[in-house]
Nanobody, 121 residues
Framework: QVQLVESGGGLVQPGGSLRLSCAAS????????MAWYRQAPGKQRELVAT???????NYADSVKGRFTISRDNAKNTAYLQMISLKPEDTAVYYC???????????????WGQGTQVTVSS
């Protein structure tokens, strides 16, 4: 059982910055992959950024160069640092984790409840 809780969302002006956090709790071995997704009204959920267990990162073209995903394994927390925010970044942001429960038990996927990010003047 793993629970993901996002925080750090809110209202910010265009060009501003925001940092999202995703804290994980529960019983697990390790995180294989963590990621951030977002979903704007009337649109499908889209992948924003991923980070592997080896800290390899990937970003959507729309956020590359502006967003940075990171993780602190000791704190079981992932972060999304967002700068130069645009109105098009407005969405509910969701944390995702692929969690390993051991080589025998395998891995499972978990989602957070989401946190609202609104970019508006």
């Amino acid at each position: 059982q793993v629970q993901l809780v996002e925080s750090g969302g809110g209202l910010v002006q265009p060009g501003g910055s925001l940092r999202l956090s995703c804290a994980a709790s529960g019983s697990f071995s390790s995180f294989n992959t963590m990621a951030w997704y977002r979903q704007a009204p009337g649109k499908q959920r889209e992948l924003v950024a991923t980070i592997s267990s080896g800290d390899r990162t990937n970003y959507a073209d729309s956020v590359k160069g502006r967003f940075t995903i990171s993780r602190d394994n000791a704190k079981n927390t992932a972060y999304l640092q967002m700068i130069s925010l645009k109105p098009e970044d407005t969405a509910v942001y969701y944390c995702y984790a692929l969690v390993s429960h051991g080589v025998l038990a395998g891995s499972m996927s978990y989602w957070g409840q989401g946190t609202q990010v609104t970019v508006s003047s």
